[in-house]
């Protein structure tokens, strides 16, 4: 018998050799039915698999992140096994599943059609009423070969020659239908019921832009048809919010060809992009924060010192000045440390925090930009705080607070994961204690809830990733701070202890937007363009009833700019339904009528989206609309009594 630890601290006996599959039937055949694979050890495994030593083991259905990726992995082999019986000519590459769904890559020599698309979708819900069993079954890696040779997939004997000779190859059988794969995967195609094919894409084969271009089908698929008719639309309203699309219809910034991946900010953008850099400098100054601005252009010397040119010089631009090799910086933190070294420090000017507003360029494949949220060019609101290893914990928690205090203000949940040492770190084993030790008593101490993400820290040091939950659920990574013991060592960085000697500093990483560009992408979708009053590029728009109106909506106008209120106004000779409707579509939070009864009581008419929230006297108005400003709160939707 062995004993087998479950996830809520209680022991099961089995005999040696029972499958996951019926220990979970031991326990409840609800949960068996419900089941994708399970984790023994903390490791991933197909249900069909023998426990045959005493483990932990927890049960994963779809809820989990785990269970989406057996569940949707499974859902690209029927996506496979239906392109096969459909077009047979087809040559397999390869089908992982992704986050929000699957894909598969085919060499095909006529492209897919959306009718294709709905012919192979179709064919998939034939495959999954057919209940095909999944079977795994392994092979010596030269046979494994001859196998995918005789099958006429010269892609799969390609991935197989890439395995070390001794390898034994893993497949999974449904029907007549096999693939090369390490699983795990549903027991029988039954479940995968509620799948969607949203989208096919051109892919290079191994990503490598020297290989041959593949056909690259998208798809999605859940355990209930609700949940995937509410996907498609949230992945409807996704479309509607793209900030590409709003950015263009509000005059934002562009993308141009002349620059690709270096976005042009436009006034309006400009006015959104200034107000969020007021807004990192208030809080930052207030936060104990001094300002600092680096070169853009570096010398090659710098960069071999911080590691960069030998580990990063593929993502950076280079050229030559005065016959001496130097680098646009992709990053803020060499410049940081030469600003350091510039005068001699001791404990009590620690710790020291330095911010810097650094436009970086990093060099980005082509495939892979992405309006704002993708880009060659930058600003990286970043700071370095220089502390000894007592302040570690302190330094944290008041990070965390300025991430929270950010997040909170634009209405994003998020959580937070803590990464531990990779394998290929540097530094003394202490030194990582310390570290680690610093960032989770910070987190613990102001109780906040933190998944640890064993081994995917930086090489330098641990971390801590915030990612934000936009209003359509979609993550965001943004926030992070990572400490670093290794720059300081690199730069020689010291400064004067309590006791006259000379000490190593630690030092932190940190970013809060992480990207203003980025962020400003985000918070477009977020709000859809309807960005919050103190953000808006225009905060009011005064519409005249007539041409009439006009000299009283001057005066109007007159009176918001001396408030310090941004305001247009709109004179064209059209209804002023028109005029309303089209300043709504601008997004403008707040629309002002102007009319013969305005002009006569010295009042407006404010309208907030669909609402008419009433007559106004001036003054009033202004003295709302500032103090909505200066707290950076919401619209003020809501009908509320003017007088």
Known sequence: MINVTLKDGSIKQYENGTTILDACKSISEGLARNLCCAKVDGEVFDLRTPLTADCSLEFCTFDSDEGKRAFRHTASHIMAQAVKRLYPETKLAIGPSIADGFYYDFDRETPFTEDDLTKIETEMKKIAKENLTLE????????????????????????????????????????????????????????????????VAGAYWRGSEKNKMLSRIYGTAFTKAADLEEHLRLIE????????????????????????????????????KNELIDYWREIHKKAGYVEIQTPMILNRALWERSGHWDHYKENMYTTVIDDTDFAVKPMNCPGGMLVYMQEQ????????????LGLVHRHEKSGQLHGLMRVRCFTQDDAHIFMTKEQIKDEI????????????????????????????????????????AGLKD???????????????GAFYGPKIDFHLTDCLGRTWQCGTIQLDMQLPERFNLEYTDKDG????????????????????????????????????????KVLPISEKFEDYTDTVKDALENAGIRVETDYRSEKIGYKIREARNKRVPYILVCGAKEKESGTVTVRCGENVLGAFKLDKFIADIKKEISERGGRNTSVVNPE
């Not at 030269?142 to 034994?168: H, N, R, T, W």
């Not at 300025?402 to 770190?425: A, C, K, M, W």
């Open 345 to 356: 420090h001791s404990y009590r000017d620690l710790p020291l925090r330095a911010g810097e």
């Open 501 to 540: 000697q000379k000490k190593r500093p630690v030092m932190i990483h940190r970013v809060v937007f992480g990207s203003i560009e980025r962020f400003i992408g985000i918070l477009t979708e977020h709000f859809a363009g309807s960005f919050p009053t103190w953000l808006s590029p225009v905060q009011v």
């Open 136 to 199: 795994k079954f392994e092979l010596p890696r030269e046979e494994a070969i001859a196998f995918m040779e005789e099958k006429g997939e010269p892609y799969k004997v390609e991935l197989i020659q890439d395995l070390p000779e001794d390898s034994v190859i893993s497949f999974y059988k449904q029907g007549d239908f096999t693939d090369l794969c390490a699983g795990p995967h549903l027991v029988s195609t039954k479940p995968v019921k509620a799948v969607k094919l949203t989208s």
């Open 442 to 456: 910070a987190l613990d101490e102001l109780g906040r809830d933190y998944e640890i993400n064993e081994g995917d």
């Open 237 to 272: 309203e996704a479309k509607k919010r793209d900030h590409r699309k709003i950015g263009k219809e509000l005059g934002l910034f562009v993308l141009l060809e002349e620059g690709l991946g270096f976005p042009f900010f436009l006034p309006y953008g400009m006015v959104i």
């Open 397 to 436: 928690k008041g990070v965390v607070a300025l991430i929270d205090q950010v997040y909170t203000l634009f209405g994003f949940d998020y959580h937070i994961e803590l990464s531990t040492r990779p394998e290929n770190s540097m530094g003394s084993d202490e030194d990582w204690e310390v570290a680690t």
